[in-house]
C-alpha cells in the first residue's frame, strides 16, 4: 500500500454504516451505569436504544430534549453538524451539576481527530468528558472480518449536564477491552 492510498484508507468517510458492537452497549452499562433511550443515529437493524432516528428520519432535525442520547453518527463532512447538535442540545439543559445518571446526556462515539477543526471548535469547548480508546473496534459490518474493520481510532465524547467552560473538558484514555469492542475472542 502506497503513501496516497494509506491515507485515503485512515482518513476515509466512504463508508457510512459502521454500526457499534452491541457488545459496546453492555461496557457502557457496565463501566458507567449508562443506558440510552434514544439513538439519534441508526437502522431499523442496527440500533441501540428503544427510540431511535433512522436516516429517514434525519436525526439532526429531530427533537433530542431531555433524552439520554447514544450517537455513532456518519463519519463523513456532516460530522460537525451533529456535534454541533450535541453542544446545542446540551446547552439547552438545565445549568447545574448532574444529580443522576437518568438525566440527559449525550455518550458519541466518533474517529478520534483532535487535529481538526471541529475537536477544537465544537468539542472541547462543550463536552465534558473526552476518551481516547485505546485499539480500534470491529464494527458491525454486512462483511465483516476476523481481526478488526477500522482504519481508524476511536474516541468517546459525553455530554451531560454541568458548567463547563473552554479548559474545563476533561480527556483520558478508556481501555476497552477486545471483546467489548466487537471482538469475540481475545
Not at 439543559?93 to 471541529?118: H, N, Q, V, Y
Not at 479548559?167 to 471483546?179: I, Q, R, W, Y
Request: include cysteine.
Amino acid at each position: 500500500m502506497n503513501n496516497e492510498q494509506l491515507k485515503g484508507a485512515m482518513f476515509s468517510s466512504d463508508r457510512q454504516d459502521w454500526g457499534t458492537p452491541y457488545a459496546f452497549m453492555d461496557f457502557l452499562q457496565s463501566r458507567f451505569g449508562w443506558t440510552p433511550t434514544l439513538d439519534a443515529s441508526a437502522s431499523k437493524l442496527n440500533h441501540k436504544a428503544p427510540k431511535y432516528y433512522t436516516i429517514e428520519d434525519n436525526g439532526l432535525i429531530q427533537p433530542w430534549g431531555n433524552e439520554r442520547v447514544w450517537l455513532n453518527p456518519p463519519f463523513g463532512r456532516e460530522l460537525p453538524l451533529w456535534l454541533e447538535k450535541c453542544r446545542a442540545t446540551k446547552a439547552a439543559w438545565p445549568k447545574g451539576p448532574m444529580e443522576s445518571i437518568d438525566e440527559p446526556s449525550i455518550f458519541c462515539l466518533i474517529p478520534a481527530r483532535p487535529d481538526t477543526k471541529w475537536f477544537h471548535d465544537i468539542v472541547v469547548p462543550s463536552a465534558s468528558i473526552i476518551y481516547f480508546i485505546r485499539g480500534r473496534f470491529n464494527f458491525d459490518l454486512k462483511y465483516e472480518r476476523k481481526g478488526g474493520n477500522a482504519p481508524f481510532p476511536s474516541m468517546l465524547i459525553v455530554w451531560k449536564r454541568h458548567k463547563n467552560t473552554l479548559f474545563n473538558v476533561e480527556m483520558t484514555t478508556l481501555d476497552v477491552p477486545k471483546e467489548w469492542r466487537g471482538y469475540d475472542e481475545i
